[in-house]
């Protein structure tokens, strides 16, 4: 059996533990296609958070308390760039952590694309499953905001700095990330992802989502390839709108999910009408989405009507949910150990 999980943030990494110990369980084979659009370039260097905390968690080193980063970190270079003034301050990088982004932009600029990189990277961490970034071209999840004077600060940085909201904002011509802000109207500008959500914890008045290089952006090699070989793709409880959107703007990613051969189910990251953690409802509030199993069922859609879904597993909590022409089953979704992810997969992969 191959199974394909397009995946992202923390509750994604999570899922795919249960996924790894159910492939081996079965004899599977199992690849994550993860998300790129939370990338950034902080004090010269590639940060790619989907993908570290993907490759942290399965190999052991993430830390458990935040969620987030390497277990035991340290935080000495942090504390150094702060005394020097050096922004942006908001977006620490701990010691550990830095030296997977060192070694990252390092091969980078030596000509590797980021899936020979990130294969070379998971060779100390041993995920278990093959990770595959979802592009190797430019893609960053921008945030349209109503324009506030710290937005223009020094710690706005290149990446999370204004860019035009033309049509350019989603197109090749969109490579300088500091971009002057002229088009929005209304006192609107763009910033980079992780400011809106690090620095301002997805406070600011917001309008929508932009992927920038979307349109230019093609799956990394492998990616279709793995989908249309797929016996099943599951969609991991990652934040809908953040983690499985730009995964999906990538252009073929989304063509190759609805018209492959492989049976389509997601899991609902709600359970209850909230979130089980994080601040995906404030991002289904962008997108004018409910947030509840059925407002992500109903996003995602039916891939008989043109959408992704065949199966939608909810937690029993949300048993009544119904999504036109998907196959809609109830089951346990909190993730507390390994065991129950382990069921919580089965069930999933039942489903298909």
């Known amino acids: 059996m191959r199974i394909v999980v397009l995946t992202g943030g923390i509750g994604g990494a999570r899922f795919l533990l249960g996924v790894r110990a159910y492939a081996q369980e079965v004899g599977a084979e199992v690849t994550a296609v993860v998300n790129v659009g939370d990338d950034l370039r902080l004090h010269g260097l590639r940060v790619c958070p989907d993908l570290d905390s993907v490759m942290y968690t399965l190999g052991g080193g993430a830390d458990p308390e935040r969620g987030w980063g390497r277990t035991g970190e340290t935080w000495t270079v942090k504390d150094e760039l702060a005394a020097y003034g050096a922004e942006p301050g908001w977006f620490g ?6 030296a ?30 093959r990770l595959l970034p979802a592009t190797n071209d430019r893609l960053e999840t921008h945030v349209i905001v109503s324009a506030r004077s710290e937005l223009a600060s020094p710690a706005a940085t290149n990446n999370a700095s204004t860019v035009s909201a033309r049509s350019e904002l989603a197109s090749p011509a969109a490579t300088n990330n500091a971009a002057a802000a002229d ?19 997805a406070q600011l008045p917001t309008h929508r989502f932009v992927f920038v290089g979307a349109e230019a952006a093609k799956p990394a090699p ?10 099943v793709v599951l969609i991991a409880p990652s934040n809908p709108a953040v983690s499985i959107t ?19 189910v997601g899991v609902s990251p709600i359970i209850g009408g909230a979130p089980v953690r994080g601040m995906a409802d404030r991002c289904l509030a962008v997108v004018g989405v409910e947030c509840s199993a059925a407002g992500v069922g109903q996003l995602y859609g039916a891939r008989a009507a043109g959408g992704l879904l065949d199966g939608w597993l909810v937690a029993e909590e949300d048993a009544q949910t119904v999504i ?4 809609v089953r ?23």
């Open 93 to 98: 990088l701990g010691d550990k952590d830095l």
């Open 330 to 352: 109830a089951a346990p979704l909190r993730m507390t150990d390994e065991a129950a992810t382990v069921a919580m997969v089965r069930a999933a992969v039942e489903m298909a």
């Open 183 to 201: 088009g929005f109207g209304g006192g609107q500008q763009a910033i980079h992802f992780q400011e809106w959500w690090v620095r301002h914890r």
């Open 324 to 327: 036109p022409q998907v196959t």
């Open 222 to 231: 492998g990616v279709t390839e793995a989908i249309a070989e797929a016996d």
């Open 100 to 129: 997977t982004h060192l070694v990252r932009t390092t091969m980078l600029d030596a000509g590797y694309p980021l899936h020979q990189v990130t294969e070379a990277l998971a060779t100390r961490w041993q995920p278990g499953v």
């Open 246 to 264: 730009p995964i999906l703007a990538v252009a073929g990613v989304r063509e190759a999910v609805t018209t492959g051969p492989a049976p389509v």
